[in-house]
């Protein structure tokens, strides 16, 4: 399918010559492999995303506007992205055009005294937090990396944040925002819809930002963000956030505010007790996340030696596993998660490090020897603080993906940890299409909501995209796995969104949705959503990453 020659021809006048294409090798480079984010097809089998008609690159909210309109002329469906993390950022139709974001990747305004910044789509977290640092500030960012969009994150694609227990989810940060909807209207929200600059969204009343985001957003599928305010909070750092080391084990330089620690404990019933006393200690948890366990419950320890030495390499791994010191403090890891204090003066980190280490003796927990040493310690601080090796994802066999997906209290969300690993394991032992790990491969936020409140965990689980047998293996091992997270209240992650794309890389129909989403226990939020596209994308020029389901009254 391509574009007529007079349609191309608008479009071009809206943005320049330089930044439309239709050439499809081009388009190519806009397509995903159905590899990964819950589809797990792998590049062997050639199925992507569809290419599409063209991809355009807009520089402005105008030229924005126009194009949103120009589709709604000729029915052309379209979705903007930042930075195409997983096949929820490309378009799901033959008939429609990408709009790659990257031109508009300005920091516009950064208030050091009401502590926000106002961004563009493609400013990405480590470009915001490296500029806030320099003024004493820093910002959320999401589990997917610092390589992503902190406008996408608040506005279109939520995302769970290591950072959320201290400075908030990136959706909770959201202050006031421009968005081009769908019908080609732009609206301004709160105070910057007043003229008042961008410093508050919402008034007294009922808020919108749970019409274009709720709780994990519409995926681009509603209009475009062009612009948005972000919420920051302190940072207690050096402002040029200095570095050491040789590539790739880099680390942070200490500094005396700022201490990092694993913590670990004997049960997971101690672990949630230890955690509930973390919430309620008032320490800061700056930071607090459960992360290295994402290469695996028995092989952690290894890797972590392995990356914080330049001079080994994944070769070295099965030696590393045979050394009985190693396993020893490896095993001292099994129930961890890592924690950032950050204190404001001397004082202070004193104190909340000493609440610390009476929290952990009175819940029988330890800081994990491993981490302690000064190395491994401070190349710990530099990943957390800027979670930019999001490549460690893949290092296994070159692909990964996240399963089951429990959220809760830790009372509720702890002992579901171990069925599910148990679980895993078993599939590991008697199968070798997934990485052996150790059942466990559970990461996830150890709190949020500013302060506590819940859990997050999802469970890594790493394959070969490039290799038949492997992908095939891991895809029935999906298929299981989310029938058993259903049946046992551990989520579906590995499938939440079968429901928007199908395996061949294109939207699923709407008839095949609303099977889906009539049979929800609480059909009526997919109606309401229904109701909000028909108002705002009358010509569902959208994709099916907005989930609805037509009344039948």
């Not at 290419?51 to 469906?77: D, F, H, W």
């Not at 880099?250 to 201490?259: L, M, N, S």
């Not at 095939?472 to 209240?489: A, L, M, P, R, V």
Request: aromatic fraction near 12%; include cysteine.
């Amino acid at each position: 399918m391509e574009l007529a020659k007079e349609i191309y021809k608008e479009f071009e006048d809206i943005v320049g010559a330089n930044n439309i294409s239709d050439d499809p090798v081009i388009l190519e480079t806009y397509v995903t492999p159905m590899a990964q984010s819950q589809h797990h097809m792998g590049p062997v089998y050639g199925v992507t995303t569809p290419p599409g008609v063209a991809v355009l690159m807009p520089g402005n909210t105008e030229e924005v506007q126009s194009i949103i309109k120009l589709c709604n002329k000729y029915r052309i469906k379209y979705k903007a992205s930042s930075t195409f993390w997983t096949s929820r950022g490309n378009i799901s139709d033959d008939y429609a055009i990408t709009l790659d974001m990257r031109r508009m990747d300005r920091i516009l305004e950064i208030n050091e005294k009401n502590q926000y910044a106002v961004i563009e789509p493609y400013v990405i977290g480590a470009t915001l937090q490296a500029e806030v640092m320099k003024v004493g500030l820093n910002t959320s960012i999401i589990g997917a990396g610092s390589s992503c969009s902190p406008l996408a994150s608040a506005c279109a694609n939520g995302g769970p944040s290591p950072f959320a227990l201290y400075g908030g989810l990136l959706r909770e940060n959201l202050i006031a925002f421009e968005w081009v909807m769908p019908n080609g209207e732009i609206f301004r929200s709160g105070s910057l819809g007043s003229g008042l600059g961008w410093f508050c969204d919402d008034g007294p009343g009922p808020g919108l930002r749970g019409l274009m985001m709720a709780g994990s957003g519409s995926m681009g599928a509603m209009g475009v963000f062009t612009k948005c305010a972000i919420k920051l909070f302190p940072w207690p750092g050096s402002p040029d956030f200095p570095t050491e080391g040789i590539v790739p084990a880099y680390k942070a330089v200490p500094t005396p505010f700022i201490k990092g620690h694993t913590v670990a404990w004997p049960t997971w019933e101690t672990y949630a007790n230890g955690l509930y006393r973390i919430w309620d200690g008032d320490i800061c948890g700056y930071y607090s996340h459960r992360q290295y366990t994402m290469f695996g419950r028995d092989l952690k320890a290894a890797m972590i030696k392995i990356l914080t030495d330049p001079t080994r390499t994944l070769s070295d791994l099965e030696e590393l596993l045979k050394d009985p010191e190693l396993k020893r403090r490896n095993e001292e890891m099994t129930r961890d998660f890592q924690l950032i204090l950050a204190g404001m003066t001397q004082r202070d980190i004193d104190w909340q490090e000493k609440v610390l280490d009476k929290i952990l003796s009175e819940t029988g927990g330890w800081k994990a020897s491993l981490m302690e040493e000064p190395d491994i310690r401070d190349w710990s601080l530099l990943f957390l603080l800027r979670l930019g090796h999001k490549n460690l994802n893949f290092v296994f066999a070159g692909g990964y993906e996240g399963g089951f997906g429990i959220v809760g209290i830790p009372d509720y969300s702890c002992p579901k940890v171990e069925i599910a690993t148990e679980f895993k394991r078993k599939w590991e032992q008697e199968h070798d299409s997934i990485a052996a790990a150790g059942g466990d491969c559970m990461m996830g936020g150890m709190g949020g909501f500013g302060g506590g409140g819940t859990t997050a965990w999802e469970s890594f689980t790493h394959f070969d995209s490039g290799d038949r047998k492997s992908v095939e293996g891991t895809y029935q091992y999906f298929e299981t796995s989310s029938k058993f997270g259903i049946e046992n209240d551990l989520g579906a992650m590995e499938r939440m969104y079968s429901i928007s794309r199908r395996d061949d890389g294109y939207g699923v129909s709407k008839e095949d949705q609303e099977k889906k989403t009539s049979a929800s226990p609480q059909p009526l939020v997919y109606e309401y959503q229904w109701k909000i596209r028909e108002f705002l994308d009358p010509n569902y020029l959208g994709d099916a990453y907005y989930v609805t389901l037509e009344p039948k009254i």
